[in-house]
């Protein structure tokens, strides 16, 4: 009887130790042990040197810091089609894991809710990305170079001025084709430009008048010598308010001259909030995209990714996942007048 006794007390220790917190084996973390040894990609649909890619790359060096296995990431540049290439091999050909991200153009939104000639243009559903945060929801603006005959708004309602644009997804293309609808401009549009860089270069050397699409922070951060230099005409600036440090800067808004245009503005003005939004693949787990979204908010407050943003004059004006959802779907589940509007003025660049 002693002898079992003595035995049940020694199951019964080994029993209590085996449940002891410091007797338990470490518990994997699925997460840490999928990214770990990978190498992401980050995708960015504009050439080096631009607003684009400059956000892209600053992100991406962030980012993995806060990814779960610390994984290695390399940039991407996959210009084509005003971002469209880009975006659609984030959507249609990488993997569906959370291992590639894009930072995704402007215009590719405005696509979405555009005609069926829009719509045609864009191979896959915007709104089925995954979306992580953005990274700056500035105006956007559109300039002439200081020794153009355009030089206002008014002029540019009176007269023609040529426009540089990239591809058909570009906001440099759909932003003054949609205001010459909207408000009466007379922007001509030439394409063929692969980035900012480009039709800044095509405008100083008076190939073009001016190109759209630029933010006030990415000149300055960009072509400061433009700013101090007065070189840049500012005709008119996009969004919902004024940029604080462009009080004299017209508004798109406030040209409209009846309910429908101004409604359809309002999808223009929308968009400029979807500034440098970043996205991965449809189909990734939630539980790994609910784990990049971490990670891009963390990395965004990281002080030194601040500290490296301020330094480049990178603007940070953000939004979570969560939010930039809630743009997407209310650019493209406006109400169908609002959208038929939006149509008939895009297709005027078909």
Not at 83 to 101: C, F, N, R
Request: charged share 20%.
């Amino acid at each position: 009887m002693a002898q079992r006794a003595g035995r049940r007390t020694i199951l019964c220790m080994a029993a209590l130790l085996a449940c002891a917190p410091h007797a338990r084996p470490a518990l994997a973390d699925p997460l840490a042990d999928f990214f770990a040894g990978k190498q992401m990609q980050f995708i960015i649909p504009t050439p080096t040197g631009g607003s684009y890619d400059a956000y892209g790359r600053l992100l991406a060096k962030y980012i993995v810091r806060y990814i779960p296995g610390k994984p290695s990431i390399i940039d991407v540049n996959m210009v084509g089609a005003g971002g469209i290439a880009a975006a659609e091999h984030v959507a249609m050909m990488a993997p569906k894991d959370g291992t590639v991200l894009t930072i995704v153009s402007q215009g590719l939104l405005l696509l979405a809710a555009g005609g069926p000639q829009d719509r045609a243009k864009l191979p896959f559903d915007i709104g089925s990305l995954s979306w992580i945060g953005n990274l700056s929801a500035s105006n956007q603006l559109i300039v002439t170079w200081h020794e153009s005959a355009v030089r206002t708004l008014a002029d540019a309602r009176e007269r023609q001025s040529i426009m540089g644009a990239s591809g058909a997804g570009s906001t440099s293309v759909i932003e003054p084709v949609l205001l010459n609808q909207l408000i009466g401009t007379k922007f001509k549009v030439v394409l063929g430009y692969p980035g900012s860089a480009e039709m800044s270069l095509a405008m100083e050397n008076h190939e073009i008048d001016g190109f759209a699409a630029n933010t006030w922070a990415s000149f300055k951060a960009f072509k400061p010598e433009w700013i101090s230099n007065h070189s840049l005409n500012l005709i008119v600036q996009i969004g919902l308010t004024k940029d604080p440090e462009l009080p004299d800067v017209p508004m798109a808004l406030d040209y409209a001259t009846n309910e429908s245009d101004r409604a359809a503005l309002r999808i223009l003005a929308d968009v400029s909030a979807f500034g440098r939004p970043i996205a991965t693949s449809p189909g990734v787990p939630p539980e790994r995209l609910a784990a990049i979204r971490h990670a891009f908010d963390a990395a965004l407050a990281d002080p030194e990714f601040k500290a490296e943003a301020a330094k480049e004059g990178l603007e940070l004006s953000t939004m979570n996942g969560t939010e930039v959802e809630s743009v997407v779907n209310s650019v493209v589940r406006a109400p169908a007048p609002v959208l038929d509007r939006v149509a008939k003025a895009m297709a005027a660049s078909n």
